[in-house]
């Protein structure tokens, strides 16, 4: 979980997630942590859009985890969805202070191939930033729903009307 | 790997010169088979090809030229030649002094084997 420190996430992964999703070319992205809260987005234009994305994206990660090991799969790599015209990718990554999960949305202009070729290059990326480079302690609920709230307001302030990150 | 994509791969790889050759799932981006040297990321190569020969072949389209049957790059070290159809395309990467005309050549009865 994270606390205080949300703001200055947003901003340091603000490039990195502009990256990733130009060159997948990817309509949607969001990071989110282990517990689901929203690092940084790309596309959404909703508030509630996201937080449900979220909150699924750590259900579906928890939820593989456990077959993984159930079945003896030990890690799993990603999820990838295959729709009729919008696929879904959503990828685990573990850094040294926290696991977090890249959730994609793309069609027919990209790839499985290329969205987890830019998957790679992202996690590399964000594992080399200073920001991820320490365990987390603990911190409690209450105050994990209140940074929750806070960084949904500070990810979606700047751009109400449309999309972007 | 069925005996059809086996032989495709072992011809081409057998061509003086191929350092590496893949057969790649043109929609997802993804290497269904591969013959690579080291070095090579059959991941990254198979996603790139493909993504390269997707958005030429909406080029040839769009300019009116029709389908794609291949395409070939030539870089500082050597040559990538890409060929295929809507399901299956074939990468060769090859060094810069290689017989392009055979590889052209192994490289279109693999695309017509895998048909």
Known sequence: MRRGDIERLNEVLRE???VFVRESRAHIALLVNGSGQVLAQHGFVGRYHVMNVAALAAAANASA??????????RWQYLH??????????????????????VAIFDEQSTLGLVELFFQRFASEIRRLPEFAEVLPPVS???????????????FAPQQSGEGS | MSDVVSAALSRLSQVPGVRSALLVDAEA????????????SGEAVAALAASLFQRTEQAARDAALGGLGSLQLET???HVVVAGGRQLIVVVIADRDAQLGLIRLETDRAVEALR
Do not use: K, N, Y
Request: charge should be negative; charged fraction near 25%.
């Open chain 2, 76 to 78: 500082e070290d050597g």
């Open chain 1, 16 to 18: 990195p997630m502009r």
């Open chain 1, 141 to 155: 609920a209450s105050a994990f729903e209140g940074e929750l709230e806070a960084g949904l307001d500070r990810i």
């Open chain 1, 65 to 74: 985890r456990v077959l993984a090991d159930l079945t003896g799969a030990g």
């Open chain 1, 81 to 102: 969805h295959a729709g009729r015209s919008r696929q879904l990718f959503l990828a685990p990554f573990v850094t040294p202070s926290e696991e977090l999960i890249l």
């Open chain 2, 29 to 40: 981006g993804v290497p269904v088979a591969s013959e690579l040297s080291a070095g090579v």
